[in-house]
């Protein structure tokens, strides 16, 4: 057993039997009430947020939680197959578990896993991607006094904002947490 100060951000616990995982914790000592501990977390299984009041002498039951590196390898309906590169095992992860991240994931791509036991309990794409533009309107030449974006599809098949000289063909590169455009890469 574990105390609430033990706990940090990615902490995972078990929480009314569920497992979620700590997103922010405070230490809060309101004038002459005893200091307690406001813990934000988020359920493994439902993504649902929700946030408790630790007493600061109160036991809370901590998960051991294994990460791994998986190689995705290919899209099998709802769900995503990974390799573990040591053993080669092929593992199916719901796409869910990527959060929006999986719309910009392509073959070959790098991800980490967070393991409880035998079972994927999370999921991380690569923080940023390089994919290329397959489908994007011209931009019009001289109009870059402005910050103006436009639409371009990537080869994923994914939308995302671009600048105006960004044209068919061009790699870029993508932040997979929000979806925005990064930079233009060469070669």
């Given at each position: ?8 951000s ?25 200091a ?18 630790y ?13 791994k590196?998986?190689?995705y ?15 080669y ?15 910009f994931?392509?073959?070959?791509d790098?991800?980490?896993a ?26 019009v030449?001289?109009d870059t006094?402005t910050?103006?974006?436009k639409?371009?599809?990537?080869e994923?098949?994914?939308?995302v ?12 590169r993508i932040?997979?947490?929000t ?9």
């Amino acid at each position: 057993m574990a105390k609430p100060k033990d706990l940090g951000s990615g902490s995972f616990i078990r929480h009314n039997g569920e497992l979620c995982q700590i997103m922010e914790i405070q230490h809060r000592t309101p004038g002459n009430l005893r200091a307690f501990y406001q813990a934000k977390m988020r359920n493994v299984k439902t993504g649902k947020q929700t946030e408790y009041r630790y007493n600061a002498d109160e036991d809370v039951t901590m998960v051991r939680v294994e990460t791994k590196e998986l190689q995705y390898l290919y899209e099998e309906g709802d769900s995503f197959v990974c390799m573990d590169n040591d053993t080669y095992d092929q593992l199916p992860i719901s796409k869910a578990a990527f959060g929006e991240g999986a719309k910009f994931m392509k073959e070959g791509d790098t991800i980490m896993a967070s393991f409880e036991g035998e079972q994927v309990i999370g999921a991380q794409a690569p923080t940023h991607v390089t994919l290329e533009i397959t489908y994007t309107e011209p931009g019009v030449r001289g109009d870059t006094a402005t910050n103006t974006l436009k639409s371009a599809t990537v080869e994923t098949g994914a939308t995302v904002m671009v600048p105006l000289f960004c044209d068919t063909g061009d790699k870029i590169r993508i932040d997979t947490r929000t979806g925005d455009y990064m930079e233009r890469v060469k070669g």
